[in-house]
């Protein structure tokens, strides 16, 4: 299993083993990382399971689709390392990754 | 629907007859069985006569997130209730925008009500919500929509506008005149009178947008327009100027009351509820949750086709008007359990569908969390019940799910 490092906003860190071929929101949500909501279940409707990727790790989670940019568009704090977490598939490829979270959804 | 007559039962009337923009279902509290029959037989269903014309009913959660997040297909413009706005006053609204406008307009007003800046303004509410709560009768019954809830949104809305605090009541006023005529919603408000508000509204920011101008860092609503090089000039297209105040008005008030009331009267219908809040007052945050999702404050937004679609195997036609009943998606138990009922510790209670979803989800979701989320933590240091002593009064409309009165009686702790 992929080891993922969530660090929150005040600097907490949580490195969970993921389970592939679910959404790392869905990974985030199973071992009650604190700082993601998924209001909408993971259907990119709603935005508030923002992530930032580290630099390093952003070309491996793929690419933003056309509704998850709008989605992204629509938050304050976006940066160009912003990414919805339901949008990321877990995989092998991501072992090691560490993504931060934003100060707050919404 | 024809006014004299009285409302037809739910479960025999053939699915072509039943009318959802009745604006008695609200008003009686009698939308529940119509909704549960159209999301059990026909869950994408067109009503081919309405006093707005045809339109087709989406009223399950799934396919409610669906034409949410296809903006392609599903435009916001030229209106997002049933009825197009009448041509008197063509306001634009970014509500009402499809993107690019509308992300540019919405970024310019989104930090407002960005978290941080709410983060900044939480003392001045619950100072608000202590001076109110601290005014209120013990012992004899009044009403909670005109002490509580109308005074609490009202003075919010005030301190985002930074309007004259001394003639905040208009606010109040132009609010529910925006979407209250029967042509609209249903509602009893003149066409006249609608016309005359919105002329004052729009004479009334005018002339605070031209004393306002050049004030640096202030956080208002206002000064974060003149701001922002896309917006600075809205002064001079009123039409938009008066769409986005009057989205602004109406998003920040009529919601945020609604669910002020709503949960007084939730908690009245579910005593249980009501002990378990007592027995953990930490429970408050996901009550507030809830008490959105039960309560539904706007019961439907409205979409336009912008080709023909196949949806839920009906075949939907380029123009024909699509409204997504969230009242209806709140109460679908194929995406939340116990969707009937008022549960203050659901599992996932923030999964519901009152905001909205896609990119017109609402913008001021967390303002009014907070301030629910406040005043619920006031109320539980004072009192022990506020107890409903009599018939809530509703709102006659099909869009906003409100009350007009909620006769009260306080029990100190």
Known sequence: MPQITLIEHNGASHTIEAETGKSLMQNAIDNAVPGIDADCGGACACGTCHVFVAADWLGATGEADAMEEAMLGMRPDRTEFSRLSCQIEVSDQLDGMVVQLPEFQM | ?413
């Open chain 2, 1 to 413: 629907m024809n006014p004299m007559q009285t409302i037809p039962d739910a479960r025999s009337i053939p699915l072509d007859e039943i009318d959802v923009s009745d604006p008695r279902l609200l008003e009686q509290d009698a939308w529940r069985p119509f909704f549960a029959r159209l999301r059990a037989e026909d869950p994408v269903h067109f009503q081919a006569n309405s006093p707005f014309g045809p339109f087709w009913s989406i009223t399950r959660f799934k396919d409610i997130v669906a034409v949410d997040s296809d903006p392609d297909a599903f435009s916001s413009e030229p209106a997002i209730i049933i009825d197009d706005l009448t041509e008197d006053l063509p306001v634009e609204m970014f509500i009402a925008m499809d993107p690019p406008k509308h992300d540019i307009q919405r970024r310019a007003a989104q930090p407002v009500v960005a978290p941080q800046n709410l983060a900044a303004m939480e003392g001045l509410i619950r100072s608000r919500v202590v001076e109110i709560l601290d005014s209120l009768p013990l012992g004899e019954t009044f009403d909670w929509v005109e002490r509580v809830s109308i005074n609490l949104t009202t003075q919010m809305l005030a301190t985002l506008f930074d309007f004259p605090f001394e003639e905040r009541r208009k606010l109040t006023y132009w609010s529910d005149i925006a979407s209250g005529t029967p042509e609209m919603t249903g509602g009893d408000v003149s066409e006249e009178e609608r016309l005359a508000a919105m002329g004052e509204c729009l004479e009334t920011f005018t002339r605070i947008w031209h004393e306002r101008r050049g004030r640096e860092g202030a956080f208002d609503l206002i000064s974060l327009l003149q701001r922002d090089p896309n917006t600075a000039d809205m002064v001079d297209r009123p039409m938009e100027y008066l769409g986005n105040l009057m989205l602004l008005i109406v998003g920040g008030n009529d919601t945020t009351r609604n669910s002020m009331s709503g949960g007084v009267l939730a908690l009245n219908e579910n005593p249980a509820e009501y002990d378990k809040l007592r027995a953990d007052p930490g429970l408050i945050p996901s009550m507030v949750s809830e008490i959105i999702r039960w309560q539904t404050p706007l019961a439907h937004m409205r979409r336009t086709a912008t080709r023909d679609v196949e949806f839920g195997g009906k075949q939907i036609r380029k123009g024909d008007k699509v409204v997504m009943w969230y009242i209806s998606g709140n109460r679908d138990e194929s995406a939340i359990e116990r969707a009937d009922e008022f549960v203050i510790d659901r599992k996932n209670p923030r999964h519901h569908i009152s905001f909205g979803f896609g990119i017109h989800r609402c913008m001021g979701n967390r303002l009014a969390e907070m301030q629910l989320r406040i005043l619920w933590e006031e109320i539980m240091q004072r009192f022990h019940m506020v107890e409903v002593v009599g018939e809530p009064q509703r709102v006659r409309s099909n869009f906003v799910r409100g009350y007009a009165s909620l006769p009260v009686r306080l029990h100190p702790l």
